[in-house]
T-cell receptor
Framework: DAEITQSPRHKITETGRQVTLACHQT?????MFWYRQDLGHGLRLIHY???????NKGEVSDGYSVSRSNTEDLPLTLESAASSQTSVYFC???????????FGQGTRLTVV | RKEVEQDPGPFNVPEGATVAFNCTYS??????FFWYRQDCRKEPKLLMS???SGNEDGRFTAQLNRASQYISLLIRDSKLSDSATYLC?????????FGQGTELSVKP
């Protein structure tokens, strides 16, 4: 069955370190998204991509970057982790057009 | 103003009650609409899509009013298992924007 997976599921890192969260989907979807979820804010869009070599900034992109070198993967990099980036991160993918999105299980990141 | 707004709740209702959630969106170019369900900060999962003509899936009814930029979800005969957070989602040009979510707690 097609799926979308995130790794790691949990990570603790130190302030200032570079961190990369992986997202891999086997749906062959063109669209991929990264969100963060914090209490009181719901899911906020960080970056998104509509296809290979395409990346776009979302609502809360400062301090984050993504790259899309193939259809299956959209890794999210925190260039220099900050305590304010402690959050739960969700990756999602969707087919072209106005279709539903499927989510990974999430990565709980703690920056100490 | 947020692009998608929901009443965060919580809504505390007894089993068997009917409960309604509302959502408004600001981008008139939005093209498709969904309700997702999220349990205990796990990944959101699609509950149902929302169509202009309204759609029903068992105890759940979703409606869209494009003129008022308003989406609703009605849950009839609430079950304990309906306790979750319900997320209103708007798709504008392929970008999915989430509301803050409405928490529902169904009590025995």
């Amino acid at each position: 069955d097609a799926e979308i997976t995130q790794s790691p599921r949990h990570k603790i890192t130190e302030t200032g370190r570079q961190v990369t969260l992986a997202c891999h989907q086997t749906w062959n979807h063109n669209n991929m998204f990264w969100y963060r979820q914090d209490l009181g804010h719901g899911l906020r869009l960080i970056h998104y991509s509509y296809g290979v070599q395409d990346t776009n900034k979302g609502e809360v992109s400062d301090g984050y970057s993504v790259s899309r070198s193939n259809t299956e993967d959209l890794p999210l990099t925190l260039e220099s982790a900050a305590s304010s980036q402690t959050s739960v991160y969700f990756c999602a993918s969707s087919d072209q057009g106005n279709t539903e999105a499927f989510f990974g299980q999430g990565t709980r990141l703690t920056v100490v | 103003r947020k692009e998608v707004e929901q009443d965060p709740g919580p809504f505390n209702v007894p089993e068997g009650a009917t409960v309604a959630f509302n959502c408004t969106y600001s981008n008139s170019a939005s093209q498709s609409f969904f309700w997702y369900r999220q349990d205990c900060r796990k990944e959101p999962k699609l509950l149902m899509s929302v169509y202009s003509s309204g759609n029903e899936d068992g105890r759940f009814t979703a409606q869209l009013n494009r003129a008022s930029q308003y989406i609703s979800l009605l849950i009839r005969d609430s079950k304990l298992s309906d306790s979750a957070t319900y997320l209103c989602v708007v798709n504008a040009g392929g970008k999915l924007i989430f509301g803050q979510g409405t928490e529902l707690s169904v009590k025995p």
